[in-house]
């Protein structure tokens, strides 16, 4: 009986100590700076977004907070680089929209993105937008897809690279207004963006943020957005819906990841930091500038919209037919 009573104790002790250590590691964190990784080239919305929340995060946590850019395939590498990061909350991902895509996309992934990770918040949604250069004679959506039925693959579109979110509104735009056009896939927003102001391509669905001073500017024409409603930063333009597209609604978010095993802890505490900067005046100005409408859930509700997009975009994936070795 005494055995059993002391086994007892230090079983009680050893749990005590390992919650004690525990509590002494989430307070001690961070020790060191911390790396966000961004798995889009410079100049996206990725970029942006990722800019805006490490300045105010240095700040909170008392350490620099370093934005890492590690592109490819589609955002697949820098999420693998992420996957495979000791799981400390030292290495963090800026994840998006687009992973839930790559799931379905590509027929073999070295990491599964809803059990690889551990969703800390979603930081915005940003609508995509269908823009052309201003100098083309395409002035709404059924002027475009006019232009687009007069000839059959020749119309260009580009996107983010093969499989990402741009790629698959394009594909589905297309099947709903019954015109071919010719995919342009490219490394980023920015190379996209150049070549959209130069006329090699003639339109995009891009998100909104790296085309939104161009809009403005008036280098480029925003015809809808591909959103259920209006973005409150292009109020006139309609979305895809009201040009005739019933249901069309798609849109691209960006949230913040650590390795799955990351303690709970570590987390948490990301999650009340990041969250609590996203609700701050500055940073809400910050995301309205840029087109974004700001957003810091939870990580069990950026988990659940994780697997409703991985579902979703299975079908669409499916759909278009669209897989990548």
């Known amino acids: 009986m005494k055995t059993s009573t002391f086994h007892a104790r ?77 799981p400390d909350g030292y290495t963090l991902l800026m994840g998006a929209v687009h992973h839930t895509i790559a799931t379905s996309v590509y027929k073999k992934l070295p990491y599964d993105f809803e059990k690889s990770f551990a969703p800390i918040t979603t930081v915005a949604l940003v609508p995509n937008v269908l823009v052309v250069n201003a100098k083309s004679p395409a002035t709404d959506v059924k002027s475009l897809v006019a232009l687009a039925k007069a000839s059959p693959g020749k119309l260009s579109y580009g996107s983010n690279g093969n499989g990402t979110v741009q790629h698959l509104i394009g594909t589905q735009f297309s099947s709903i207004a019954g015109v071919d056009l010719l995919h ?26 790296p085309l939104v001073q161009h809009i403005k500017g008036g280098k480029l024409r925003a015809l809808a957005v591909t959103t259920a409603k209006r973005s409150s930063t292009l109020p006139d333009v309609p979305t895809l819906a009201e040009a005739g597209m019933k249901d069309f609604n798609q849109g691209t978010w960006f949230g913040i990841l650590a390795p799955a095993a990351t303690p709970k802890e570590v987390v948490d505490k990301l999650n009340a930091e990041i969250v609590k900067i996203i609700q701050t005046p500055e940073f809400r100005k910050r995301m309205e500038e840029i087109g974004a409408e700001p ?12 697997k409703d997009d991985t579902a979703n975009y299975a079908r669409l994936v499916r759909e278009a037919k669209v897989a990548i070795e």
């Open 184 to 209: 342009v896939p490219y490394k980023g927003s920015a190379p996209l963006t150049t070549d959209l102001l130069g006329g090699q391509v003639d339109m995009s669905f891009d998100t909104l943020t």
């Open 295 to 306: 957003v810091g859930d939870s990580s069990a509700q950026m988990a659940a919209r994780i």
């Open 10 to 86: 230090s079983a009680l002790t050893a749990i005590a100590f390992g919650l004690a250590a525990s509590l002494a590691s989430a307070q001690a964190f961070p020790a060191k700076p911390i790396t966000l990784v961004v798995p889009f080239p410079p100049g996206g919305s990725s970029d942006a977004l990722a800019r805006a929340i490490t300045t105010p995060l240095s700040q909170s946590l008392g350490q620099p907070v370093i934005v890492e850019s590690k592109p490819g395939a589609g955002a697949t590498v820098g999420a693998d680089y992420v996957s495979k990061a000791k």
